[in-house]
């Protein structure tokens, strides 16, 4: 009998981190106590031996339907970009006072999961970024995808949209944001900010030589290509902070609308969305 | 019987030009040699003597169905400020060095015109912004609506996007940019350039105290809210650049996709949109 | 024998203030009790009827050698301006939140007090910038000179550093600001923030059109020249957010030290000066 | 006899670069000529074979009195970096595009060498900024010393002036900049330009999360303090682009200024000095 059968849930949290562990055996008990099935993700669990009789899962292998991830931006990132079917739905629980992604508090840690559990929540299909990079595909970024100098020395590149020549950047490379990653490093670098309800990629260059160039917001259905040029120093490309690939060489990327785009169970990502980004924002002194 | 009837154009120049009374001299010697009936703006009539044998019309009254706009940015939005009809479609020829919005060359003015005439160009609907000033429906913007100090002293106001408080400015006030705007002021003001196939609006914060606010890129279907507080220092409100109110008082504005967008003949808008654009920027110097 | 004769001491306060009034009394009171003769600024006078049995005096006539100034950072800089002689010793209390030139706290009003009639402070001696308009000189500026549009059309002008030109800027205009007025007007309109121990002239460019022009920092002992052009918008000149003269023609400014610094009493300037610096700043919101 | 003792001329050139060459042998035949003593550095002499019937002299360790290095910024800061005796007298001929620290040009090598031989030049000392590293001391920089992420991770610092806190940076890192470095980096991650006759050292910090800091100029007669915090993202420390030291540890810099400046002979440092920066940072495109 399908009735019968348990939901299973999947938990990944951040390593090294009191306040994600303390979190991550709260949200087990509720599980346990509602009769769910809880898997901790594989790295997860080794990372923290306080875990135990509860199941792992591989999470680029076979993620759970419902997946609850503890931590700040970066666990969210890599839980992701690792969970390749894009079937997971993820619920965001924010431990550490970073982490603007994550929508749930630590004070309402019960509340939520009880939500989540009974699927009270706004589904939220955050577009995603794909990279071709000189003819490989690389896995999607929610937040961006980064040129960035491994030495110091000037990253020089052109940039297109649809073909499209928009500048050349001479400096230390340049941000390719989503929206959502617009609140992240395309914002420190200088990129505006980008209302959620708006579907585009942000071109921010880095500290470029050529002054008189500016962040450009583009609809997301379009192309980017970048053209690294044969005499650029050597960099590196950044996905989501996740994966590094390094190069020397002239290369050629192509960044567009990933075909998965990213899960999450918001519980209230519009109420006070700004004041809230803003408090985040100001909590970096 | 209709075909007989002549097509009416209607001309607007800038005033205290050379370079634009020489374009529209030749602009009207090409429209009577196709047999079209030529109808100078009265007041560029009245700025140009030497223009004779023409008839006029006022542009807020009675616009002709496609309008010649020769001059520089400041010509075109006044054009499409004071066409209160939303019918007519304006074909725009940049006289001078500065002009970004008026993509005609003068020496390509021929080949245009007649284009124009036989309905060669891309029809390029821009969206506008509609301001309601404390009750009062205002002129529908094409670039922005700035608000800004009338004598130096802080201005203080709260924004909100959909009734959502995105933050306060104390500062010379905010620009309200169209995304065909951002390239204009809200881009000397630290705004970001935004692809023209993109319907936005942008918040552009001017000179805020608030030394970590960014400007805010929204979709256009939504509504701005500004509360100018009571404790605010004396502002006025320019539209386009072409209207202004002064006020002292606490007041509401409330900034929404205007009904009527601008109707502007492209024949090359797309073609090294940005080469054109930066090429225009860096000719200031 | 003059050690009978009782010194004067004068004090400015900011009109419709509660905070400043309530520290004024006790101000009045501290000195009374020490048999010190207390005049109050006619204006200030004028502005509180609460204010009884004490002198009067004009500031831009026979201003007292010590002066407390109780207020924010603008009744701070009228006091300075208005104090022609230049003799006058200033000490700063701060009533309201803003306010970094003021550096005594309300909660310390009676031990500042105290030592400032007992000469127990460090006489801080800031350089002031000398404005001649046109021929004619104006009253020194201890924050900042600014040129400003008075009706959003563009200020056209060229800078120069002793007779070196820098750069056109066309735009809202600029500001030549003092190292103290560094963290004023200056800081908001994208400029740096330089140490008190460094003298200097910086020229911060308002919104310009030209891209990428930026602030720049010279030796104070120089010369500063700005041409505004005959094509420029109508501009007013703004000295310390106090004294404004409107003009519309050409004209020429030359900016240089003035003789008289501002002579202001100091208890703690340099403990923890960035520290404070930012808590102030962050105190907008 | 003293008088008859040829006096030595080094020469120092960038590797790779056609025009550096041509230029080098110009010089070598004008130095021949006027029976000089040609040296070549050893580095620059093994680059280019086509250099014969001429000494060679190890930088480092036998630095002739008068230098004169051929290419761009990076060659200059190199030779001015290697020459440890601070006594050389350095002339800077531009070979390429690039390079706004040398300010000889390639059509008046000729005459320019023959004032470098006849003493007729300006000689400007260039304060230089001392690293000590943990303790170390490290070579003099004539630009700047950069803390930058080695990996994208968050470099996490507090900065100090004269043991005064400054502000935290979480970000890319920091630069440390002289004023004339004021122009090279510092300049593209948002720093001010500052004049050369002003002595200073200015911390720009670079993408930080802290939206609300801003640059800081200081007396160059000062010592900063940074203190890389235990939590902080791997980087690397990079003085004028030449010398590299990775870290990942918690560690403590200290930058004052240098005892040995840079010696360089002008011929024309002053003449339109702004003219050509400017025109120096437009040829970016």
């Known amino acids: 009998m399908p009735g019968l059968q348990s939901e299973k849930y999947g938990i990944v949290i951040k390593p090294n981190s ?16 509602y009769n769910k099935e809880v898997l901790v993700e594989k790295e997860s669990k080794e990372n923290y031996n306080i875990i135990k009789d509860v199941g792992e899962f591989v999470i680029d292998h076979d993620p759970p339907e419902k997946i609850i991830v503890i931590g700040g931006d ?7 970009m690792k969970e390749k079917t894009g079937n997971s739905i993820i619920m965001a629980i924010r431990a550490g006072k970073r982490g603007f992604l994550l929508d749930v508090e630590e004070y309402e840690v019960e509340n939520r999961v009880y939500d ?42 052109e940039a297109y949209y649809n073909k499209d020549r928009v500048y050349n950047i001479d400096g230390d490379g340049v941000v390719i944001s989503t929206t959502i990653g617009s609140t992240a490093y395309s914002l420190s670098a200088g990129g505006p900010i980008i209302d959620p309800r708006l579907n585009t990629i942000i071109l921010t260059p880095l500290n470029p030589v050529q002054l008189h160039i500016r962040p450009v917001v583009f609809p997301i259905n379009g192309v980017i290509d970048i053209n690294i040029k044969e005499d650029s120093g050597e960099y590196y490309i950044n ?32 109420e006070n969305y700004y004041e809230r980004l803003f408090s985040r924002l100001l909590s970096y002194w």
Request: net charge positive; charged share 25%; aromatic share 10%.
């Open 74 to 80: 970066g666990t969210l990132l890599r839980a992701v």
């Open 239 to 270: 996905i989501d902070g996740q994966e590094k690939v390094y190069s020397r060489s002239k290369s050629f990327l192509e960044v567009s609308l990933c075909d998965k785009p990213a899960k999450i169970a918001r519980f209230r990502w519009w």
């Open 116 to 157: 989540f559990i009974n699927n009270r929540y706004t589904l939220v299909e955050y577009p995603r970024l794909q990279l071709i990079f000189n003819g490989v595909n690389k896995d999607c970024a929610l937040n961006d995808i980064v040129i960035f100098t491994s030495d110091g020395s000037l990253v020089r590149l």
């Open 18 to 33: 009191n306040s994600a562990i303390d979190i991550a055996l709260r949200v087990i008990n509720i599980l346990k106590k």
